[in-house]
C-alpha cells in the first residue's frame, strides 16, 4: 500500500513567517523518503474543525507550485478542488502548468464543493447540490477535452468555450490524473465511474469503505469500465505513530478489499519530525502490506 500526506494545518509556531519553511521541509522529506503523494486543500478559510478563518490557509495551487520545484518523485494536487472556486478553462490551464513545471507530477483532485461560509465571505456564488453536480461534470469534461487534440468549442448548460487551447500540453500522457473526492453513491461515485483515475473515500470503517467500492463497481459495469482500473484512495484520521502494529494490521483490511492508498495529516505541532518518523518506522512496513 502506497502513502499519501495531506499537509491541511498552517498552523505553525512561528507563523506566518515560518509557514513557508516548514511546508518546504515537510515536502522534501516525504519526497526524499519515498511519499507517494503529497496534497494541500482547496479552501481560502480553514475549516470550523480546524480553528476556522482565523487560522491560516494558503491558496492550493500557488502552493503545489512552490511545491513543485522543490521535490522530485512524488505527485502534486489538491485533496480536492472545489468545482465553483475557478472557472475550469482556467483550472485545466493551472494544471497543464503545474504538470510542466514539476515535469510531470500533477493530480487534478476535483469535488463538487462544500464550504458555504468562504463563498459568502468573499463573495464567490455557491449554487445549489444540484447545480454544483452538474458543474463538476462539466468541468471534468472541459479538463480532459483542453488536455487532448481537441482545440474547438465547448457548449455545456453551465460553461461554453469558444476555444479549447492549452498550450503547452501537459507532460503526462494522455493527460494528468483525475481524482474525484467524495462517497456519494448516486453522484460522486458515477462520475468516479465515468470519467476518473481514482477516487478517495473516508477511511470510516472496513465495512463502509467495502460498501463504497462495492457500489463503484456496480457504477463500473454501468459504464462498461474495469474497476481495478480506478485507484482506491482513503483519508485516515488517527495517527498512526500512536499504535503502529494497529495501524498496519488495519491497513492490511483495506489492501484485501482493494484499497491502494492510505493518505494521513501531520499530527501535532511539529509536521516535518511526524514526517520523518512515518517514513521511518512506517512506510517501509506499509509499502509491504
Not at 512561528?14 to 515537510?26: C, H
Not at 497543464?96 to 462544500?114: F, H, N, P, Y
Not at 495529516?265 to 517514513?279: F, I, L
Request: charged content about 20%.
Amino acid at each position: 500500500m502506497k502513502l499519501g500526506i495531506h499537509f491541511s494545518n498552517f498552523t505553525v509556531p512561528g507563523q506566518p513567517e515560518s509557514i513557508a519553511s516548514v511546508l518546504a521541509a515537510t515536502a522534501r522529506v516525504a519526497d526524499q523518503g519515498g511519499v507517494s503523494a503529497f496534497t494541500l486543500m482547496d479552501h481560502w478559510f480553514q475549516m470550523e474543525q480546524m480553528g476556522g478563518p482565523a487560522e491560516p490557509m494558503l491558496e492550493g495551487y500557488t502552493g503545489l507550485g512552490f511545491l513543485a520545484g522543490i521535490t522530485e518523485r512524488m505527485s502534486l494536487g489538491l485533496l480536492v478542488t472545489g468545482v465553483t472556486y475557478r472557472h475550469p478553462g482556467l483550472l485545466a490551464k493551472t494544471i497543464a502548468t503545474l504538470d510542466v513545471l514539476s515535469k510531470g507530477r500533477a493530480v487534478l483532485g476535483i469535488g463538487a464543493a462544500w464550504y458555504e461560509r468562504e463563498h459568502l465571505g468573499l463573495g464567490v456564488p455557491f449554487p445549489s447540490l444540484r447545480e454544483r453536480f452538474e458543474q463538476l461534470e462539466e468541468t471534468i469534461q472541459i479538463c480532459r477535452q483542453m488536455w487532448s487534440d481537441e482545440n474547438g468549442r465547448f457548449d455545456g448548460r453551465h460553461f461554453q468555450l469558444a476555444e479549447t487551447i492549452c498550450i503547452p500540453r501537459p507532460l503526462q500522457a494522455p493527460r494528468p490524473p483525475i481524482m474525484i473526492g467524495g462517497s456519494g453513491e448516486q453522484k460522486t461515485l458515477r462520475l468516479v465511474a465515468r470519467y476518473a483515475d481514482s477516487c478517495n473515500l473516508f477511511a470510516v470503517s472496513h465495512e463502509v469503505v467495502k460498501h463504497k467500492i462495492a457500489v463503484l463497481a456496480g457504477h463500473c459495469e454501468t459504464e462498461q469500465r474495469d474497476l481495478a482500473s480506478i485507484e482506491k484512495t482513503i483519508i485516515g484520521g488517527a495517527d498512526p505513530l500512536e499504535d503502529v502494529d494497529g495501524f498496519l494490521a488495519s491497513m492490511a483490511q483495506y489492501a484485501a478489499i482493494g484499497v491502494d492508498q492510505i493518505t494521513m495529516s501531520p499530527h501535532g505541532s511539529d509536521p516535518v519530525a511526524w514526517t520523518e518518523r512515518m517514513v521511518e518506522r512506517v512506510l517501509p512496513r506499509l509499502s509491504d502490506v
